[in-house]
């Protein structure tokens, strides 16, 4: 079960940078700042969701010496 909510947090984190990366190509071609920083808002959410449940069911690392 811990590894389809870490795919799922990878999912999210990786939809949430598309997200932003959008917003912010937007910024050329879209005059409405308000709806540019609401997408914005919305991909770091996305993205920060993710990387929660990513270092809850992740396997951490530690420097065995």
């Known amino acids: 079960m811990s590894g389809v909510v870490f795919m799922l947090g990878r999912a999210l984190q990786v939809l949430g940078f598309i ?11 879209v005059p409405d700042m308000a709806k540019m920083m609401k997408d914005t808002v919305i991909g770091l959410l996305e993205f920060y969701a993710g990387y929660f449940l990513v270092m809850k069911t992740g396997e951490r690392v530690e420097d065995k010496k």
């Open 19 to 29: 997200y932003v990366a959008m917003a912010f190509l937007s910024f050329f071609g």
